[in-house]
């Protein structure tokens, strides 16, 4: 898998607006290449649903066909790029507004998803585990300045550490930073 990350045009966004592709295209990263059976399977949908899906993820660049493995019957999918960004700064285009919307809305949902079976299985984990779990929170009062400087580094903190890819004990580990405005406090937003 390419080791980049992609920041989609607001068109290829559109392809991110379901939140059975972003489930996809999560599991692609995570897991690795799959045929659309094998993620059907996972995802609980039919084959037929999850390879238009797996479709409109190519169409838009975040998914390619594993030519190494499978053959003609037997497509193997993975993912185009390890991670997406978005630039969340709203578009002027009313239409590119609504499709970003319709994209982090299926961000939350997808993350809550995630974030709830963690907490489920928070009780099997091991000891070790357990102690390097966390579900915590700040609010803290920033500038935008500020708060832009604070989400870069961390960004740079994430990111500075190479993968322990061969360590026995190495798991895929999730980092979810969700960094915004208290809802309601700032002029214009909420009420």
Do not use: C
């Not at 059907?40 to 993820?57: D, E, I, K, V």
């Not at 998803?113 to 102690?131: H, I, K, N």
């Amino acid at each position: 898998m390419d080791v980049t990350s992609i920041t989609p045009s607001p068109d290829a966004l559109k392809a991110l607006t379901h939140p059975l592709r972003l489930r996809m295209l999560g599991l692609l990263r995570i897991e690795g290449p799959a045929t659309a059976t094998t993620l059907a399977t996972r995802l609980g949908l039919n084959t037929g649903a999850t390879s238009y899906h797996l479709r409109q993820l190519e169409r838009h660049g975040f998914v390619v066909e594993d030519t190494e493995r499978g053959n003609a019957r037997d497509r193997w999918w993975k993912a185009a790029h390890q991670a997406t960004m978005t630039d969340t700064a709203p578009p002027a285009d009313p239409a590119e507004k609504e499709t970003l919307e319709a994209y982090l809305q299926s961000v939350a949902v997808v993350m809550t998803q995630t974030l709830q079976r963690s907490v489920e299985e928070l009780g099997l984990l091991p000891p070790e585990w357990a102690d390097a779990t966390s579900y915590s929170d700040w609010v803290i009062r920033l500038t935008p300045a500020r708060a832009k400087a604070l989400l870069e580094t961390l960004h740079e903190v994430l990111h500075a550490e190479p993968e322990e890819e061969d360590a026995e004990d190495a798991v895929q580990y999730v980092v979810q930073l969700n960094g915004f405005p208290y809802p309601g406090r700032v002029g214009g937003a909420g009420a």
